[in-house]
């Protein structure tokens, strides 16, 4: 039994999902989703906020603020109203409806900003946007996701951890990248503790995590439109690319298996499973694989007939 008297506090449900019978794949998911922020973002959100109280930034009158497009924001919003804080989220046209709903029903403000830069993307916008409400208000206070050492500390204390316990034979793990707070957290864990253990990023074609050229990203959740400063390619082991036809395609076949997960999560395992091809045929690794939430909050567009023919016609 689990029993917590606050839904912040609990953090790691130990799932995991091994796909060798659904995919012959030797690959054991670990589902983030399984905790009352319903994604791995509820991990980040506790640091950050832990980051702030231990800095002295947090004041009883502080208003968290912080730019997300979805998950995070969930995740700040289910903290702050778990521990009696007011949090408000800078996000775009891009968060879902069941996102913003999800926010709002915890309590949290939500401003959504529409100017797109060049490549579809928002970030600029929602960092412009967070940067004029802090130096209006001195009451708000932005947690910056995208710098703040708890970001990374999130993973590097408590996520790697504990897959390491769960699987002291480690071999390899694979990580996607938004932020990178997640890669690069666990990755420096595995080089610090001396295991070895392979870190490989997993990233979207389109972002410009990895030096690739921007582009149109349908899916939230990894990749990114401006450089991101946590990400540290010097840390991981390998990068594997997905195109976001070839997430939709996983995450529609996991899903016919019973498996829901998350858009994000389906280009985990895509990437996996090309890496895990190309550098271990005879399935010998102990591999594990990050899925960072559940497929719920997709329902509208990765496993929707009409978002896949109007956006990746032939998929299907
Ligand atoms: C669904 C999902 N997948 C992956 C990520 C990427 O994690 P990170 O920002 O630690 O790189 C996020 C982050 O927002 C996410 O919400």
Redesign the pocket.
Known sequence: MISVSRPHQLLDSGIYVNLQEILGLNLHVKCEGFNFAG???LR?ARRLIEHAQLNGDLRPDSVLVES?????GVALAMVAASTGLRFLCVTDPRCTTLNLGLMRALGADVVVVDEAEPNGGFLAARKERVRQMCAADPHYLWLD?YTNPG?CLA?YEATAPVIAKHFPELDVLF?????????TGCARYFKHNGSGVRVIAVDTVGSVNFGGAPGLRRI???GASQP?P?VEPALYTGVELVAEEDTVRMCRTLARHGLLL????GTVVQGARKWLSHNDPQQELTAVAIA??LGERYIDTVYDDNWLADNYPGVG
């Open positions: 994604s791995i973002k980040t997300s497009s979805g998950n995070l996701q970001n993973h990580v996607g990248t938004g932020t990178g707070g997640t890669a939230p959740g990894l991101m946590l998350g858009g994000s999560s960072p939430d």
